[in-house]
Each structure stands twice: as structure tokens, then as C-alpha cells.
């Protein structure tokens, strides 16, 4: 049992360093799209109707999908004034209460992100813009970041419980 969940983190937390890059690429592709719109209407004059909402999909989607690996490394804003205070038992079960919570929210948030991508899908949303690009491509992104984010979770709350002597992995202090 204990094996199969330490392949099971090992998988999510590999997935999560992938999509980390894929998020990093993403924002390179929407800073040469940014680029490439400035020099363009500095040139020609004409602005193009598809950039601003392309990097707004560029965007959304480096966001969610960069939450899990953010979270892997707990780079996320904590409160870290309590970990001066308290003692190392204590401080390992702040941090297992915390993730345990914010699974909680983050699950609502993704069962509720799914269901907008779903009524997209199926409704055949898009935006109101003359491109008018399809909604559920966001969404998509949105409801994958967060499904890996909860993912990311369960894994960092199973470890704790699992493994109770082993140091924290990843852990972002003082950065």
C-alpha cells in the first residue's frame, strides 16, 4: 500500500514539474504575442482583434496550471510567524489542518469550474468579442489546474500522514 502511494505522488508530483514548464511556456507565448500586437500597431496601425482575449487564455491557463507545482514546492503565501513559535509537532499538524482545508476549497472550487466547462460545451459559449473564441477552452485549463491542485493536495496530506518523521519536501522558507 505504502509503495503504491509513494508511485502515485511521484506521478502527480512529476506531472505537476511538466506543467509548471508548459505554464512557463505558456507566458513566453503570450509575451511574444504581446510583442508582436505592440510593434504591430506601432507599424501599421491597426490593432488586432484576437490578442488581448489570446492572452487572456494564455494567461488564465499559465495561472491554473502553474497552482499545483506552486503548491508542491509550498510556495504559495502562508503564515510563517507561526512556524517561529511553534514546535515541530505542531508545526506539522498547522500544516496538515491547512492542506486539508484548502483541499476542501480547492475541490469545490474545481467540481464547480468542471460544471461551467460543461454548460460551455454544451451551450457553445464564447466570448463576445469579433473573434469569439469558445469558452470552454479557459474553463478546460481552469478546471486541470485545479484537479491537479487537489491532486498536489492529497498527495502533500497523505505523505503527512504516511510518513510523519519525514522532512517536508520542496518546501519554500524565506523566499
Not at 64 to 77: E, I, P, S, Y
Not at 105 to 114: L, Q, S
Not at 117 to 128: I, M, P
Amino acid at each position: 500500500m505504502l509503495k503504491a502511494w509513494d508511485w502515485f505522488g511521484n506521478v502527480i508530483r512529476r506531472l505537476n514539474v511538466f506543467l509548471g514548464y508548459v505554464a512557463a511556456m505558456l507566458i513566453i507565448v503570450s509575451t511574444l504575442a504581446i510583442s508582436y500586437e505592440v510593434v504591430w500597431r506601432y507599424l501599421f496601425h491597426q490593432p488586432h482583434d484576437w490578442n488581448l482575449e489570446f492572452n487572456i487564455f494564455m494567461l488564465i491557463a499559465a495561472t491554473f496550471l502553474a497552482a499545483a507545482h506552486t503548491q508542491m514546492k509550498r510556495g504559495h503565501v502562508g503564515i510563517e510567524v507561526l512556524d517561529g513559535l511553534l514546535s515541530a509537532s505542531w508545526k506539522r499538524r498547522r500544516r496538515l489542518l491547512s492542506d486539508i482545508l484548502s483541499l476542501m476549497f480547492c475541490a469545490f472550487i474545481t467540481v464547480y469550474i468542471w460544471q461551467h466547462f460543461h454548460q460551455a460545451w454544451e451551450g457553445g459559449w464564447t466570448s463576445s468579442s469579433t473573434w469569439a473564441p469558445k469558452e470552454w477552452i479557459p474553463y478546460s485549463f481552469m478546471g486541470a489546474g485545479m484537479t491537479m491542485l487537489c491532486l498536489q493536495l492529497l498527495v502533500q496530506i497523505g505523505d503527512d500522514l504516511l510518513h510523519p518523521t519525514a522532512p517536508v519536501e520542496h518546501e519554500v522558507v524565506g523566499e
